[in-house]
């Protein structure tokens, strides 16, 4: 069964304490991972894609990471406005542009 | 520029009332999706159209209909709402591309509340 699956569930980190999240994923067949932020009370908000084992994407503080079997979204030198929950979603091969989340990491950055 | 509306925001309804979620898009995608978002739990898809006059079932379409007589608008139906349905729900859209590259829009979500 694909399954998607984020670690820490919650993450509270110091004002420019770098840390990283992990998003580990069990598909059939990966055509992509997505990482998305979502603001409380608001829908998510699309981040990076990543296709292929080694790739890397960066969005100022953030940086997303792609292995074999795992994600990585690296937090350098946090602010509390990127306080937030981060969310990872896979997309399998073969499905109907289906998109399976993760439950998420609840990041909490304080100054 | 709007983007994805949602309405209602909020709602309370009572065991077999019936109710429709409305979503609609001002950015001419041809994609649209309804998921439901529950604490401890990934984003799971209900229902997703892939154009005007299309709908297709997703992962948890159970106790939902939807339907897309235009492009723009993704109607959500519950015909008899159970406590079990009791969750915020994000209409979200893209384009064929952004079905490929992940990039979908969402909107800020309707959370629903069945006594």
């Known amino acids: 069964e694909d399954q998607v699956t984020q670690s820490p569930e919650a993450l509270r980190l110091q004002e420019g304490e770098s840390s990283s999240l992990n998003c580990s994923y069990t598909v059939s067949g990966l055509r992509g991972l997505f990482w998305y932020r979502q603001d409380p009370g608001k829908g998510p908000e699309f981040l990076f894609t990543?296709?292929?084992a080694g790739e890397e994407k960066e969005k100022e503080r953030l940086k997303a990471t792609l292995t074999k079997k795992e994600s990585f979204l690296h937090i350098t030198a946090p602010k509390p406005e990127d306080s937030a929950t981060y969310l990872c979603?896979?997309?399998?091969?073969?499905?109907?542009?289906?998109?399976?989340f993760g439950a998420g990491t609840r990041l909490a950055v304080h100054p | 520029n709007a983007g994805v509306t949602q309405t209602p925001k909020f709602r309370v309804l009572k065991t077999g009332q019936s109710m429709t979620l409305l979503c609609a898009q001002d950015?001419?995608?041809?994609?649209m999706y309804w998921y439901r978002q529950d604490p401890g739990m990934g984003l799971r898809l209900i229902h997703y159209s892939v154009g005007e006059g299309t709908t297709a079932k997703g992962e948890v379409p159970d106790g939902y209909n939807v339907s897309r007589l235009k492009k723009q608008n993704f109607l959500l139906g519950l015909e008899s709402a159970a406590p079990s349905q009791t969750s915020v729900y994000f209409c979200?859209?893209?384009?064929?591309?952004?079905?490929?590259?992940?990039?979908?829009?969402f909107g800020e979500g309707s959370r629903l509340t069945v006594l």
């Open positions: 979603a896979v997309q399998v091969s073969g499905g109907y542009n289906k998109l399976i």
């Open positions: 979200a859209s893209t384009s064929p591309q952004g079905a490929n590259t992940g990039e979908l829009f």
């Open positions: 950015m001419n995608h041809e994609y």
């Open positions: 990543l296709y292929s």
